[in-house]
């Protein structure tokens, strides 16, 4: 099927919402934890997260437009902070939950089942049950005039992981706690790595590193 700029502008709204959400194929899933002035706990769930570099070690986070009331984008501006918190098998259900409309006096942890945790003086709230955990600063936000999105980049300030994940080339095997991916906003899918490669060069095949599950 060919379909043309033209053809996407006729679509019903919520049939062209669910094709562009997949199109691009999987995305992470990560619940977003922020707590607002008043001291309630939020947590939100997420798959516009972004890789934005290691040195220094940034995460970029894509908000829709603020047409509506937003509060991990208010908790963040208002305390700086928030934790990124990524989705396995075991949760995926309690993690799609957060996506409800609760009041902002609510917190989706309460809600949900989920637990919050706290590591060391880091302000905002981790999710207990996560195999990895990361709490970040804001550093800066930059608005996207075309469709009216917001691409806030955060500092990975503290990490934590479940030691299972961990190999010896600093690389994570996420399949070793069954972290999922989401396709589209309703769609959840637990990967499974079938390779790694070596690292590409002109001229030269890259050869197989391992096959199957990822190995440490």
Do not use: W
């Not at 930059?142 to 600093?170: C, F, H």
């Amino acid at each position: 099927m060919k379909i043309t700029r033209s053809d996407l502008d006729k679509m019903p709204s919520r049939y062209r919402a669910g094709l562009m959400n997949t199109l691009s194929g999987y995305k992470p899933a990560n619940l977003i934890g922020s707590f607002s002035e008043s001291g309630v706990t939020n947590l939100a769930i997420f798959n516009s997260l972004i890789h934005m570099g290691s040195q220094p070690p940034l995460l970029g986070l894509l908000f829709r437009p603020l047409t509506v009331r937003r509060d991990t984008y208010a908790n963040i501006k208002a305390n700086g902070y928030f934790t990124v918190n990524a989705v396995s098998l075991s949760i995926y259900k309690e993690a799609h939950h957060t996506a409800a409309k609760f009041e902002e006096e609510e917190s989706e942890f309460e809600k949900t089942g989920l637990t919050a945790s706290y590591i060391g003086n880091f302000p905002a709230p981790f999710v207990e049950e996560s195999p990895i955990k990361i709490g970040c600063s804001y550093q800066s936000e930059y608005p996207i005039k075309e469709n009216g999105t917001i691409l806030m980049l955060g500092a990975i300030e503290i990490v934590e992981i479940n030691d299972s994940l961990l190999r010896t080339d600093g690389s994570l095997a996420l399949d070793k706690e069954q972290v999922i991916a989401t396709v589209g906003l309703d769609g959840y899918a637990l990967p499974e790595i079938m390779d790694r490669l070596e690292y590409a060069q002109p001229g030269h095949k890259p050869n197989s590193m391992n096959h199957g599950t990822q190995k440490k």
